[in-house]
């Protein structure tokens, strides 16, 4: 009968994919509820059957992040995933209350940093998987501002000359498809964090043996992450949706076309991205295609300046929580 301590740690883990799934709603929603192509509350409701069922996918992301963040499970315990998961969840819970679109893998990332170098030490850290990880959390977004200019271009090449009267209907419809590969993608990757950190737990207890995820791992997962998603976040959802570019049918199904592919891309290869960073890099890529001045960017310098500072915030957060705890346990 696992331990009490472990039960809390798999709740906490749970609550984490719960925040995640109403932080990042507006990856999946925020163009298609932002161009009228769906109704919020379908939107949401949608987005959290195929957050589930994405979840349920497949779960290398979740190896990666129980085998590339330490050396060794071993090497963890249930106080230094708990002191993670809380930097994780406060970050998640700050930006959200300001309307920032942030990385809650940036942030989950970040807090296993902190809380193992206060506790374990750098010799624990498993740098060549740490800066895999970061590097695909990078790139993503970059890649995705790159290809969202290229498929917007490609369409306008296409469509440009066409009356908006007459391509915005069928956009509109497009778009309840590419909203839900979306969602899908979301849940492929995002929904394994959490169990990569669940899985990393009963390793390190010794009740599991290796990183294959069980399935009540996989369910619970994907229906905390389904019930978050439900949930919505709006606040989130009105940044994506207006404060970067005024998105039009045609411009929101380019960005969701292209984010679902990079994200489901990043999901086969079985590396975490932040949905967050690739749906807005997406969304300036396409932008940019029709103006560079089309582009709020000071709105995108708040969104750069919360996802550098996330990091090393969570890992800060998750440092002191796991000091607090070191003086009662």
Known sequence: MPDTLIIFVVLLALAFDYINGFHDTANAIATSVSTRALTPRVAVWMAAMLNFLGAMYSTGVAKTIGSDLVKSAQMVNQHIIIAAIIGAIFWNLLTWWKGIPSSSSHALVGGVVGAVLVSTGYEALKIEGILKIVAALICSPVIA??????????????????????????????????A??????HGSNDAQKAMGIIT???VSTGYLTSLDVPIWVKLSAATAMGLGTAAGGWRIIRTMGSKIFKLEPISGFASDLNSSLIIFGATLLHLPVSTTHVVSGSIMGVGTSKRISAVHWGVAQQMLMAWILTIPCTALVSALAYKVMSLFF
């Open 200 to 202: 990393l737990t009963l």
């Open 180 to 185: 839900a590969m979306m969602a899908f993608s």
């Open 145 to 178: 501002m790159i290809t969202g200019f290229t498929v917007m271009t490609v369409l306008l090449w296409i469509f440009g000359r066409k009356a908006p009267s007459r391509i915005n209907p069928k956009f509109k419809k497009a778009q309840i498809l590419t």
